[in-house]
């Protein structure tokens, strides 16, 4: 099985500024297979990147994301209020089952 | 408008049964992948099964084989869950998601239900 690891855990910056979240994968993956989901307090996740760099339908493109291999970041640029959060990436595989990242905590300033 | 909606969860026992369901409305349900994630209280998000369009594929994470079964009725645009012999550590809001994917894309889960509510305890 294929484990992700995201980087930092937690992440504190303020409005305006840059955010970097890193996910690594224990084995070199396809990137065609790893998305980005954004989760508030109380809600369900929504997507935002499929394909390591598609943006999903209606998110600004201030979110982008990159990578190949085992490395992947999601980059979120003009931080705003209502990014804070919990970022998760995941791995999409036909066997074994895919999984997610532990999560990384955006604690906006 | 594209909606999942879940039932079904509640408070059980340990080593009894649950079934959970998933509503969906506004889309072609058969043309989806369907699946299971769940979230431990103040844990990450853990994928629990999928099943395929045609109901013919369906896959578990390693942990959940055995105990768990999914399946879905497409006449009737829901999906199901079947969780056997609950543990504590099965306590957890469980959302249902839909998925498109082919042998070389994965286009990411886009519609998510509100979750249910799992709690096992004696």
């Known amino acids: 099985e294929i484990v992700l690891t995201q980087s930092p855990g937690t992440l504190s910056l303020s409005p305006g500024e840059e955010a970097t979240l890193s996910c690594r994968a224990s084995?070199?993956?396809?990137?065609?297979?790893v998305s980005w989901y954004h989760q508030k307090p109380g809600q369900a996740p929504r997507l935002l990147i499929y394909g390591a760099s598609t943006r999903a339908t209606g998110i600004p493109d201030r979110f982008s994301g990159s990578g190949s291999g085992t490395d992947f970041v999601l980059t979120i640029n003009r931080l705003e209020p209502e990014d804070f959060g919990v970022f998760f990436c995941q791995l999409y595989s036909g066997s074994p089952m895919g999984s997610f990242g532990q999560g990384t905590r955006l604690e906006i300033k | 408008q594209e909606q999942l909606v879940e039932s079904g969860g509640g408070l059980v026992k340990p080593g009894g049964s649950l079934r959970l369901s998933c509503a969906a409305s506004g889309f072609s349900f058969s043309d989806f992948y369907m699946s299971w994630v769940r979230q431990a209280p103040g844990k990450g998000l853990e994928w629990v099964s999928y099943?395929?369009?045609?109901?013919?594929?369906?896959n578990y994470a390693a942990s959940m084989k055995g105990r768990f079964t999914i399946s879905r009725d497409n006449a009737n645009k829901s999906l199901y869950l079947q969780i056997d012999n609950l543990r504590a550590e099965d306590t957890a809001v469980y959302y249902c998601a839909r998925f498109r994917a082919t042998g070389f894309n994965f286009y990411g889960m886009d519609v998510w239900g509100q979750g249910t509510t799992v709690t096992v305890s004696s």
């Open positions: 099943i395929r369009g045609d109901t013919f594929y369906t």
């Open positions: 084995l070199s993956v396809s990137r065609n297979y």
